[in-house]
């Protein structure tokens, strides 16, 4: 009831009483009025019975006065209705207000360090993919970078939106409705950020391991997992999916388009050589011939001094990989696909699968973290650089020791072995004198245990 309308009505009780004092038990309390005998004064029936005008009188203007009360709309209830029509949907608006540069600068300022750090990494990485000491470490190597583009937006900011897109695998549509921003300057954005990514960070972060310390290091830990010696490296290729194109020569053999991407991986899973240069049509081992990894080995661009004695041969480190790859003086693969060789052969192929195992762990973390590789939704001009940005920022999660995610699962590959190239052959020859020397080498090591 209108609170103007109850005051109305107690002056109106006080004049009552004023009028006729008969009745001025009326304001009396409750449990006295209900103890009354029914025809006492201070009941209803005993103001209407009495002589004084001035019950009837009150009783008038109550009732009526009422009647206006309750046919009226209350007007806090008309303000608050009013109010709530003229207010946003908050389901309509939290989308788009929780990825504003307000509430960015919030949570990156303000609260991050309210938090304890294990539940702050944990929230930047189920936003961005990384935790928040791997995230302002990208940020400050690209700001000075970003800052030359003019770019109207924070540079954290933009860097967070990127991330969040190849973590999550958004598209820029997606992305545009949460940050309120034009497709065209997300796909902008995010072109930017991960040229950046592949030019300025990739010298830094994907190195081929030729210092001294970092090859018997590494050399070290692979002849631990595998008894094999100075191996430094696997390689492996993966088949990245991409959308909106017809060109048959970038049809893999799973049966989609894709691109293809080859990685070499040391003990960390940590990519020591990344290239992103054929349609998912070409095979491993054209990529491979296509490569600068290639060029820089068979030149002798790359010379890794840690040379080792093998039953009198000369063992320089080498990278192993399947058999889809061919057998050259760097790059070693299995003897056979099933098993069917030597005791000594088979042995030396379950521990060079077992070393090839960690590249194919790393192209699983590599996808399984950055889940815009499991789908690829960017301009085909763009995807190489967009798939390099995602080898660095694995490298950096790596480097840190960031928690690692569920593995991406890639197709079972097959392949036939390639053929031997006339420039090759001489590799090739030299290389498979060596795979026998390891493999009897190992065998008796193995066997006389």
């Not at 050399?219 to 696997?234: D, H, I, V, Y």
Request: charged fraction near 20%; hydrophobic fraction near 40%; charge should be neutral.
């Amino acid at each position: 009831m209108d609170q103007s309308f109850l005051l109305m009505l107690s002056n109106l009780l006080h004049l009552h009483n004023h009028l006729d004092p008969t009745t001025a038990s009326l304001l009396s309390d409750a449990s006295t009025a209900s103890a009354s005998a029914p025809t006492s004064p201070t009941s209803p029936t005993s103001l209407l019975s009495s002589t004084s005008a001035a019950p009837l009188l009150f009783f008038t203007i109550a009732s009526v006065l009422s009647y206006v009360a309750s046919s009226r709309p209350s007007s806090s209830s008309t303000t608050s209705a009013a109010a709530a029509a003229d207010a946003p949907n908050p389901a309509a608006t939290s989308s788009t207000s929780d990825y504003s540069v307000s509430a960015f600068r919030a949570l990156s300022t303000e609260h991050i360090w309210a938090m304890e750090a294990p539940l702050r990494d944990a929230q930047w990485r189920s936003l961005y993919g990384l935790s928040y000491p791997v995230f302002t470490t990208v940020v400050d190597k690209l700001k000075p970078h970003i800052a030359l583009s003019n770019l109207s937006l924070p540079s954290d900011y933009a860097v967070a939106m990127v991330l969040s897109r190849l973590s999550h695998g958004f598209s820029a549509k997606t992305l545009s409705s949460r940050y309120s921003l034009e497709p065209y300057l997300i796909s902008k954005i995010t072109n930017m950020v991960t040229r950046l990514l592949a030019t300025k960070l990739y010298p830094e972060f994907i190195k081929i391991p030729v210092s001294r310390r970092r090859l018997h290091e590494t050399t070290q830990a692979f002849e631990e997992l595998t008894s094999l010696p100075n191996m430094c490296g696997a390689i492996d290729g993966s088949h990245v999916k991409i959308r909106n194109n017809s060109n048959p020569s970038h049809r893999c053999q799973y049966g989609f388009q894709s691109v293809l991407l080859q990685v070499v991986a040391d003990h960390k899973k940590i990519f020591w050589d990344v290239c992103v240069k054929a349609p998912g049509g070409t095979d491993d081992a054209t990529h491979l011939r296509d490569s600068l990894l290639y060029n820089r080995l068979t030149s002798g661009d790359i010379v890794w001094d840690k040379v080792i004695n093998v039953r009198n041969h000369h063992v320089r480190p080498y990278i192993v990989g399947d058999r889809c790859y061919p057998l050259l003086s760097f790059l070693l693969n299995p003897f056979s696909p099933n098993g069917s060789g030597t005791p000594a052969q088979n042995l030396f192929d379950s521990a060079l699968m077992k070393g090839r195992s960690v590249v194919v762990e790393a192209i699983g973390l590599l996808k399984g973290r950055w889940r815009i590789l499991q789908d690829l939704n960017v301009g085909m001009n763009h995807a190489p650089q967009t798939i390099v940005a995602c080898c660095v920022l694995h490298n950096l999660c790596q480097i840190a020791r960031e928690p690692e995610p569920d593995l991406w699962k890639e197709p079972e590959e097959s392949g036939s072995p390639p053929r031997v190239l006339e420039s090759e052959k001489p590799l090739y020859l030299f290389s498979d004198k060596l795979r026998q020397v390891l493999a009897d080498d190992l065998h008796q090591r193995l066997s006389s245990r």
